[in-house]
């Protein structure tokens, strides 16, 4: 995966705020802040409505292109579209982020983003400009968790976000969220991403993700994630649960996937993924008991599930129970290295294997999840 540093991050969060705060006209004396806020009625751009908006209000943005970027500081903001096709934050292609929220209980909906650099929409608690910069090469500083705390509660629905540079909607440090009907296309390294987080009480569902590299990734974000009911299609890898030791929590673990449909993931029309990746279903790197369970895994020319290592991290204990497995190249494959050989997996249902001695029963104490 092409991964962005933490404190790459925060330098061009930074850099973009700066640069906005230096355009800016001397600012006015001080107004009371609104609880609704209409653009382009009330505000010409989506930063001047930022501005107004109280703790708490609503941003609606009626139809038109925004060739900006928002960046919400103020807490429990929603901004709400007022038509999904017609309100377009566009990143013109020299714009990082079309949405950056680093406030609790920030609420976007019903908009669509663009060509953005990096992210389309991204939810993150790390905001401090004081983390320390990197190398530009692949040397990467993760940050300490606890001089940043998450973000918590978030929601991003009714979104539509295509060709943004790397991610289309990306959950970063971030806690008890709603990512749910949202469509991402044309992101190189994944349509939507939910990383390095503990306790995440995160939902992903109903989102729609294809021709991008990767529809869906998961990079150390663990506990009580749940991935129900998408559809990760036309991409050349449909999801990745993967360990990390570029980010804070490894190894990422106990996610569960639940009732999605992965198929057709063989989209040569879409950004190339940076460690090859093609024809995969689910990619497992270092991801440990994961629970997988009652997906349509089809049609994936290389693979329905490949089982992978990250440097010395297994993928472990992880389940897979009441799965369709149809067309694949092989239902199941494990490509672990000898120094971090993959263990007390099982599966059913599946029925090609490379090995075949992948496909063990799982022991009925492992039960599959309730999900509604």
């Known amino acids: 995966m092409t991964r962005i540093a933490p404190s790459a991050l925060v330098v061009v969060w930074a850099a973009s705020a700066l640069f906005l705060a230096a355009c800016s006209p001397t600012e006015p004396e001080q107004t009371a802040l609104l609880s ?4 382009p009625e009330d505000a010409a751009s989506l930063q001047e409505a ?3 908006v109280a703790p708490g209000g609503t941003i609606f943005v009626n139809p ?3 060739e900006e970027q928002l960046e919400i500081t103020t807490p429990d903001v929603t901004v709400r579209g007022t038509d999904r096709n017609n309100v377009i934050i566009d990143g ?3 714009r990082p982020f079309g949405i950056v929220a680093t406030a609790d209980g920030v609420r976007i909906e019903n908009l669509t983003v663009r060509n953005a650099t990096f992210y389309g929409v991204l939810v993150t608690g790390l905001s401090d400009a004081n983390v320390p910069s990197v190398d530009s ?3 990467y500083e993760p940050f300490d968790p606890e001089e940043f705390p998450p973000l918590e509660r978030f929601s991003i629905q009714y979104v539509t976000a295509h060709n943004n540079g790397l991610y289309g909607i990306y959950a970063f ?5 709603v990512i749910a009907h949202n469509y991402a296309s044309g992101s190189a390294d994944s349509g939507f991403y939910v990383g390095q987080c503990r306790e995440c009480n995160t939902v992903v569902t109903g989102n729609v993700a294809e021709r991008n590299a990767v529809g869906f990734e998961n990079a150390n974000a663990s506990d009580s994630l749940t991935v129900h009911a998408n559809r990760f299609v036309h991409n050349r890898v449909g999801l990745t649960l993967l360990s990390n030791y ?3 929590f490894t190894p990422q673990r106990a996610s569960v996937i639940a009732g999605n449909v992965i198929a057709h993931n063989n989209e040569a029309d879409s950004p190339r993924q940076e460690t090859g990746g093609f024809g995969i279903g689910i990619g497992i790197a270092g991801g440990v008991e994961n629970v997988i369970h009652g997906n349509l895994i089809t049609d994936n020319v290389r693979a329905g599930v490949v089982l992978s290592h990250t440097e010395d991290l297994p993928a472990l204990g992880n389940t897979f129970t009441g799965n369709n497995f149809r067309d694949n190249g092989v239902d199941v494959a494990n490509t672990s290295a000898d120094r ?3 263990m007390s997996n099982c599966f059913e249902n599946a029925v090609t294997a490379a090995p075949p001695a992948l496909l063990s029963s799982c022991s009925s104490e492992k039960a599959h999840p309730a999900v509604d």
Not at 36 to 39: G, M, P, S, T
């Open 64 to 66: 038109g292109v925004y």
């Open 340 to 342: 971090a050989p993959a």
């Open 36 to 39: 609704v806020v209409n653009v």
């Open 137 to 139: 090469g692949s040397a």
């Open 173 to 177: 440090n971030a806690q008890s969220g």
């Open 92 to 94: 013109g292609g020299i």
């Open 50 to 52: 930022h501005a107004l």
């Open 246 to 248: 570029q980010e804070a």
